[in-house]
């Protein structure tokens, strides 16, 4: 497949702003009827909005990908969707920090960094796409399939933990 035009990978992207959509929606179901025990412990919290993040990331770059328009035009809004994670999300999380005197797990900071190392891959293959250099849509797809088996690693261990705290809770 050509790893410039986006028409090529029609299909492939259809198939992933579905997933993304419909796990989306899951997830979003499934952190409703737990809300408690999220919102009251920093760990789940985080799990949380990290695999809501990146299940809407999934979303957003396939349908990047999916608007007709010139590979060149699909490649600036990809380096755009990559740069915009590490700037927004990047700037709450050192905001973050600085608020917690620099003591955060360090589980937290090695799963941030496989994000922030996403987005970089993401920026830079956009950068491919429009220069017409390098792999392409191949690491874009690639992407997308790392950052969906990781949210759902994510969120199955953030429900795991929910229901860890939901059987030792005391029964009144």
């Given at each position: 497949m050509d790893p410039y035009s986006p028409e090529a990978w029609h299909d492939f992207f259809i198939a992933s702003a579905g997933a993304a959509?419909?796990?989306t929606?899951?997830?979003?179901v499934a952190l409703s009827l737990h809300i408690r025990y999220i919102a009251v412990n920093p760990l789940h919290r985080n799990q949380a909005r990290g695999s809501l993040i990146g299940l809407v990331q999934v979303l957003v770059i396939s349908l990047a990908v999916l608007v007709r328009q010139p590979a060149s035009w699909a490649g600036i809004e990809l380096a755009l969707i990559g740069a915009l994670?590490?700037?927004v999300i990047g700037g709450y999380q050192?905001?973050?920090?600085f608020r917690a005197n620099w003591k955060v797990p360090r589980v937290t900071l090695i799963r941030s960094?496989?994000?922030?190392?996403l987005a970089l891959g993401g920026f830079i293959s956009?950068?491919?796409i429009?220069?017409?250099?390098?792999?392409?849509?191949?690491?874009t797809a690639f992407i997308c399939v790392a950052i969906v088996v990781w949210n759902l690693r994510n969120a199955w261990a953030l429900?795991?933990?929910?229901?860890?705290e939901y059987l030792v809770e005391p029964t009144s």
């Open positions: 959509a419909a796990l929606g899951l997830l979003f994670y590490i700037v050192f905001a973050s920090l960094s496989y994000g922030y190392l956009g950068l491919n429009y220069a017409r250099n390098g792999p392409g849509l191949y690491v429900l795991m933990g929910v229901a860890d």
